[in-house]
């Protein structure tokens, strides 16, 4: 019954290091407070990266654009537990400037958190981040995207599917 | 910080009941469960819509396209402490069938939940809900948002920025 929330924007979450990045792709993301910044992210009990998030305690939402489409599903797919997911894809992973989980250079955006709270909302955990570093490129001018610029990638619902949001900019 | 994530799907959360039907709009909104079908919404503690919430323990998330965005606009900027919201738009509220939060009848979808957990993150509380029933228009078949034939309301950025979603099907 989730599908009648979607399309949603599509993100990579970043854990491991920078020896070993461990990336993910997650639909399942919110912005929760903004003072202190805070945001959520809900992944599956059974994921490795819910089990690396869980004992080093920070993570990076990077955001994807177009472009990374191939990477986005390649990240989505394949299992950090079994395979060495950073290596099968075309991105550069970076250090981070205040946690441990590697920023995508290739993203728009690299939002840098450290778990402050994580619940448990049925099969999934939800971790609740602080965000602690934000670094950007030009998709991003004063916080705000350049939607006549840039397409951010979205899931238009199940599997293969993704579409983008338009560059139209409509006022009510 | 949160400026990153965006552009963000928008949506309203209803709260009340049929006889005085209270509507906020919300950007703030992620799946979070499968089984058990869960999302969550955050909503300002300072927000009349969270005091009800709170009190009544279910509300509906009603999916809205670009044609309600002037709706969306007066429900995200009118407080209902102050004001009767509903009498001030043009939407037609309807029973929800399974809980006390009435539906919206223009929107393509209305997914009713009855709140299971709350959370504080920050300015914010957290509103885990269960869906225990949806009611949809032709924008969805299958569960699938129909992206050909409707535009989904987002949030460009913050203000009276708003856009939508391309009715282009990407695949990697």
């Known amino acids: 019954m989730l599908g009648y929330l979607y399309p949603l924007r599509t993100y990579f979450v970043v854990a491991g290091d920078i020896e070993k990045p461990n990336p993910m792709t997650a639909d399942w993301v919110i912005?929760?407070?903004?003072?202190?910044?805070?945001?959520?992210?809900?992944?599956g009990k059974k994921r490795h990266t819910r089990k690396l998030i869980e004992k080093q305690k920070d993570f990076v939402i990077a955001?994807?654009?177009?472009?990374?489409?191939?990477?986005?599903?390649?990240?989505?797919?394949?299992?950090?537990?079994?395979?060495?997911?950073?290596?099968?894809?075309?991105?550069?992973?970076v250090e981070s400037k205040k946690v441990t989980a590697p920023s995508i250079k290739e993203c728009q955006a690299n939002i840098e958190c450290k778990?402050?709270?994580?619940?448990?909302?049925?099969?999934?955990?939800?971790?609740?981040?602080?965000?602690?570093?934000?670094?950007?490129?030009?998709?991003?001018?004063?916080?705000?995207?350049?939607?006549?610029?840039?397409?951010?990638?979205?899931?238009?619902?199940?599997?293969?599917?993704?579409?983008?949001q338009s560059d139209e900019l409509i006022k009510p």
């Open 63 to 93: 955001v994807p654009t177009v472009e990374l489409l191939k990477d986005v599903w390649t990240a989505g797919t394949l299992s950090g537990s079994r395979e060495n997911k950073a290596e099968r894809m075309g991105v550069t992973f």
């Open 31 to 43: 912005p929760l407070s903004f003072n202190p910044p805070l945001l959520g992210v809900a992944i």
């Open 115 to 164: 778990v402050v709270k994580q619940v448990e909302t049925g099969d999934h955990i939800f971790f609740v981040g602080e965000i602690v570093n934000v670094s950007h490129g030009d998709g991003f001018v004063d916080e705000k995207p350049d939607i006549k610029n840039y397409k951010f990638l979205m899931h238009a619902f199940s599997g293969k599917n993704f579409t983008y």
